[in-house]
């Protein structure tokens, strides 16, 4: 069976263009032109991903309507955004948002986005969680907590271990500073996003990374936060 | 109570002479004692001025005629040629009288006039030290209360208060400048002020008008230079949309109609190469509108940094992942000490900055070269080298190349390099270019380092 995408955006041009791009793909796509049409059309075909669109230019705009969604629904959204927006991209999260994607984008890159959150989603708890996770030259033994850099075993504090093993068992997925402070440090840490980024890059350093190869595994999210690379 | 005073103390002065005189008025000629009495006519005069004068003179005549003149405590005179020598000794004592309170007059209003014109410079000096018309009315309200006294200013219309001081007198002045109206002081004394008090007041009140005068065109000055150079922007913008902005709108239309009217006979490998343009040009298309927004929004003042404490690496890190994806080669080598701190930054913009400058350093770079990102501290400032190692910069290139929309050496528009420094600038940081030694160009920018930011990231870093 063909999985629905509910498409949300009030520019009929971007509307067609992503029917056609994700029609292409081989999804079922609805179509909503506001965000009162977008609940109702959630409610009645429980699409199995929203892209919806984060300034609606009327009222409810894209963030009352992810948040309104998430009263009833888990279906992952996506939001569509333009750039200088990362208060908005961390309040879209917050509200409930899987992910977002920068206008312009790429058909490519919606897809990708698409396909790892379907992935995450479709995983039944308990079943998809492999003992190992396995990047490029990286490999994290979530078993016995060791990580491996070219087979060489690297050294980790327990904080910069939980740091990466929160990050890597989300693979693709954005996690807000916030996000990971509550989850690594606790919530009486969540202002301090300066840990974060001083822990992410010693665990970078310890990791070996090289960004000017491309060498990466922790991929920044400017203003947002963090995502851990997908494996191929 | 002071000119009492001032009696008592001549008439006191008159009688010790007397009682001197009348015990010496054996051993000493009358022509001895007009002349004591002549100095003490004198003294008076330069003392306590014309009327103590005129009348200690009027005294000392009858003192002398009756006490010291034979037949004594009487005003008959024995002989008759001492007549002539009182009526000389009257004439005289008044003439001197009158010229010594004139000297004493002239020495007290050169004495006002210069206390006047130390207060008149001070005021000027003061005046052309304010750039605000509240210092300009605190000044002169100052001024006229403590050097005027004053015992109530108000500027009108400013004031809300209504007068409350009914018991003196109460003066308005028009604080103007040629033909315009700033304000009405009105001032309040406790006694009606002297005709060259009041031309003092009005001085001052002028130069307060001058003061607000000078204030009002030189902002006027600047207003119009911002929207000089607003308006030189608007132009630059309007050719760089007519040029730079349709150069690849053209070049997405044509490829999309070529895709439309010819796709039946396109080879796989053509339309791939077409719609590759499509999204280049696009990307490119979306590059410069941003580039132009950020560049009004700079000139505007309208960018609100997001500061956090940022890790310079992770931009810098960015920044070569980023060329990484677009040229699949290694053009980029990062240089970062372990224990750099943080530093308070907008991490979208300040990315958008050492983008633009490394982008421009990608475009002059050799291919067997790599492009540096550096960082280190010095003193109280975080610097961040971007070193290239192409050709030198001429001096007349260096000074134009962070100029809005100048068009450098390979005809882009100039747009990376202003918004960087507009970008650093904002983060009260310095942005200039050296010379590279071997050739090429090393950018340098600066951002300040706060204590608060170095602490944190030290704690941070043991935590």
């Known amino acids: ?232 | 109570m002071k000119s009492l005073q001032t009696y008592v103390v001549v008439l006191a002065s008159i009688a010790i002479v007397t009682l001197v005189a009348i015990l010496l008025r054996n051993t000493l000629t009358l022509a001895n004692f007009t002349m004591i009495y002549l100095l003490l006519v004198l003294i008076v005069a330069i003392s306590a001025g014309t009327i103590p004068a005129s009348l200690s003179a009027i005294i000392s005549f009858f003192c002398i005629n009756f006490f010291l003149v034979p037949p004594y405590y009487s005003l008959l005179v024995a002989d008759q040629r001492e007549i002539l020598d009182l009526v000389v000794f009257l004439i005289v004592a008044g003439l001197a009288g009158r010229l010594g309170s004139r000297v004493k007059q002239q020495a007290n209003e050169a004495q006002q006039r210069a206390h006047e014109q130390a207060l008149l410079y001070q005021l000027t000096r003061a005046f052309n030290q304010l750039v605000h018309p509240d210092g300009v009315y605190q000044t002169l309200t100052h001024v006229l209360q403590t050097d005027m006294r004053a015992v109530w200013v108000e500027i009108l219309p400013m004031s809300t208060n209504s007068p409350t001081h009914d018991n003196g007198t109460v003066y308005y002045l028009l604080l103007q400048g040629g033909e315009r109206i700033y304000a009405t002081v009105s001032a309040a004394f406790d006694t009606p002020l002297t005709e060259s008090q009041l031309a003092l007041v009005n001085t001052c009140v002028s130069q307060a008008a001058m003061a607000l005068q000078r204030i009002e065109l030189s902002e006027r000055a600047i207003k119009s230079k911002k929207f000089e150079e607003a308006d030189k922007l608007k132009t630059a913008i309007l050719q760089a949309v007519s040029h730079d902005l349709r150069t690849p709108i053209t070049i997405i239309k044509s490829s999309a109609s070529n895709l439309r009217q010819f796709h039946d006979q396109l080879s796989p490998q053509e339309e791939h190469e077409i719609t590759e343009t499509i999204e280049l040009e696009t990307d490119h298309l979306d590059r410069l509108v941003g580039n132009l927004l950020d560049m009004s929004r700079l000139q505007a003042g309208a960018l609100s940094l997001n500061r956090r404490l940022n890790d310079l690496e992770e931009i810098a890190g960015d920044i070569a992942a980023q060329s990484w994806q677009r040229t699949r080669q290694e053009r980029i080598k990062l240089c970062f000490p372990e224990d750099l701190p943080l530093v308070s930054s907008d991490y979208g913009l300040l990315r958008q900055a050492v983008s633009n400058i490394v982008d421009n350093s990608l475009r002059y770079e050799p291919a067997d070269q790599q492009v540096e990102i550096c960082g280190m501290i010095q003193g109280r400032e975080a610097f961040i080298k971007i070193v290239n190692h192409g050709e030198t910069i001429s001096d007349a290139d260096k000074a134009n190349i962070m100029k809005p929309f100048y068009h450098g050496r390979d005809g882009h528009i100039g747009l990376g390099l202003p918004i960087a420094k507009g970008i650093i600038e904002a983060h009260q940081g310095r942005l200039w270019v050296e010379d590279t030694p071997g050739g090429g160009a090393t950018f340098v920018l600066t951002l300040p380092l706060s204590e608060e930011t170095s602490d944190e990231a030290k704690n941070t870093r043991r935590g």
Request: aromatic fraction near 6%; proline fraction near 5%.
């Open chain 1, 1 to 232: 069976m063909k999985q629905k995408i509910l498409v949300v955006d009030d520019e009929p041009q971007i509307r067609r263009q992503l029917k056609i791009g994700l029609g292409g793909y081989g999804y079922e796509v609805w179509l909503a032109g506001n965000g009162n049409e977008a609940l109702t059309l959630t409610a009645q075909h429980a699409p199995d991903m929203i892209v919806l669109d984060i300034s609606l230019g009327s009222e409810p705009d894209g963030i009352e309507v992810c948040r309104r969604i998430r009263e009833w629904s888990q279906a992952p959204i996506i939001m569509l955004s333009v750039h200088n927006e990362e208060k908005t991209k961390v309040t879209a999260l917050h509200a409930g948002a899987d992910d977002y994607i920068t206008k312009p984008f790429g058909m490519e890159e919606l897809h990708a986005r698409i396909l790892a959150i379907l992935r995450r989603v479709t995983v039944e708890p308990g079943t998809g969680m492999k003992p190992e996770i396995v990047v490029g030259d990286l490999r994290i033994d979530l078993v016995n907590r060791m990580v491996y850099v070219e087979n060489e075993e690297v050294h980790l504090t327990p904080t910069e271990y939980d740091l990466l093993r929160l990050l890597a068992t989300h693979p693709g997925k954005v996690m807000t500073h916030k996000a990971i402070l509550n989850a690594v440090w606790g919530s009486e840490y969540s202002e301090m996003d300066h840990y974060v980024r001083v822990f992410v890059n010693q665990l970078r350093k310890k990791l070996h990374e090289n960004p000017a190869r491309n060498v990466r595994y922790i991929l920044n999210e400017p203003g947002v936060g963090y995502r851990f690379v997908m494996p191929k």
